[in-house]
């Protein structure tokens, strides 16, 4: 589906659920977890049929590992596309990460060695994954408190070569891109302008928290999708707004400690205040 507007949206829990379902004239697009639905009944693909006639759906994958130098797994691709089938969503994504190595699944969305290697392995991933779907995917930053070790590219530039050698649309989640930056002492301003801009199809925002270092060596974000998206976020935001002229679909991320939903909704408000700023700079 062609996108001609900013759109904000929300990512599909059960928690929030019914604050959704009577809320839907405020949310422009729902990001549904692929992965609790590849083995779901009738019933519930139905019901998230249903839901995409209602709101405009894209669907969220959180366990190929395409950023890996082994091959992705045919069968989890090919539960997407039988899901991407069933529930007509218009676009889906995935993670640059790894989540699996020696037939081990370490439960954890893992950056790899930033490095020719890894970018090689995620194109030709990116690349399978693309026909066994049938649509390209867009591709997640993910947040990580540590840089890879044996990397030989910074992060920026390691993303660059992944987006534009697989040709497909970068999903920024703004709030790793902090995390990652004040983590490793960059400025997340700085970060964010060395990245594809041009290809960013969509955003995500959410929060994290401050966890101390090992003998009071400093502290650390964590993202946990536990919190609001702090101001910091949602000025990069802006940035992004005024220094990207294609539409933008952006998603506020909450996976629990859940507020209330008039305050969810206040979250999105301010994203598109944030959008708003930007596009009139």
């Given at each position: 589906?062609e996108?001609?507007?900013?759109?904000?949206?929300?990512?599909?829990r059960g928690?929030?659920?019914?604050?959704?379902?009577?809320s839907?004239?405020?949310?422009?697009?729902?990001e549904?977890?692929?992965?609790?639905?590849y083995?779901?009944g009738r019933?519930d693909?139905?019901?998230?049929?249903s839901?995409?006639?209602q709101?405009?759906?894209?669907?969220h994958?959180?366990?190929?590992?395409?950023?890996?130098?082994i091959?992705a797994?045919?069968?989890r691709l090919?539960?997407?596309?039988?899901?991407?089938n069933?529930?007509?969503?218009?676009?889906?994504s995935?993670?640059?990460s790894?989540?699996?190595?020696?037939?081990?699944?370490?439960g954890?969305?893992?950056a790899p060695p930033?490095?020719p290697?890894s970018?090689?392995?995620?194109?030709?991933?990116?690349?399978?994954?693309?026909?066994?779907?049938g649509?390209?995917?867009?591709?997640e930053?993910?947040?990580t408190?540590?840089?890879?070790?044996a990397?030989?590219m910074?992060e920026?530039q390691?993303?660059a070569?992944i987006?534009?050698?697989?040709?497909?649309?970068l999903?920024?989640?703004?709030?790793?891109?902090?995390?990652?930056?004040?983590?490793?002492?960059l400025?997340?301003q700085?970060?964010?302008l060395?990245l594809p801009?041009?290809?960013?199809?969509a955003?995500?925002l959410?929060g994290g928290h401050?966890?101390?270092?090992?003998?009071?060596a400093?502290?650390?974000?964590l993202d946990?999708?536990?919190?609001?998206?702090?101001?910091?976020?949602?000025?990069?935001?802006?940035?992004?707004?005024r220094?990207a002229?294609?539409?933008?679909?952006?998603i506020v991320?909450?996976?629990?400690?859940?507020?209330?939903?008039?305050?969810?909704?206040?979250q999105?408000?301010?994203?598109?205040?944030a959008?708003r700023?930007?596009?009139?700079?």
């Open positions: 589906m996108v001609k507007r900013d759109r904000v949206g929300l990512g599909w928690e929030l659920a019914a604050g959704i379902l009577s839907l004239a405020h949310i422009d697009v729902l549904v977890i692929a992965d609790d639905y083995r779901a019933g693909i139905d019901a998230l049929r839901l995409a006639r709101v405009p759906l894209t669907l994958g959180v366990g190929m590992g395409l950023a890996s130098t091959p797994e045919p069968r090919q539960a997407m596309a039988r899901l991407m069933a529930v007509q969503a218009e676009s889906w995935e993670h640059l790894f989540v699996r190595a020696g037939g081990v699944e370490i954890h969305l893992a930033r490095t290697a970018v090689a392995g995620a194109v030709a991933n990116i690349a399978l994954a693309t026909r066994i779907v649509s390209a995917p867009l591709m930053n993910i947040a408190l540590v840089n890879p070790p990397s030989t910074d920026a390691w993303l070569h987006i534009d050698g697989a040709q497909v649309p999903l920024l989640d703004l709030h790793n891109l902090y995390a990652n930056a004040v983590n490793s002492g400025d997340p700085a970060m964010l060395r801009l041009a290809r960013v199809g955003v995500h959410s401050w966890v101390d270092e090992p003998g009071g400093g502290r650390r974000l946990d999708h536990l919190h609001d998206v702090p101001p910091e976020v949602f000025d990069l935001l802006t940035s992004l707004a220094q002229p294609q539409p933008l679909t952006v991320e909450r996976d629990g400690n859940y507020p209330s939903f008039g305050h969810v909704l206040g999105l408000a301010l994203a598109r205040a959008l700023a930007g596009r009139s700079a």
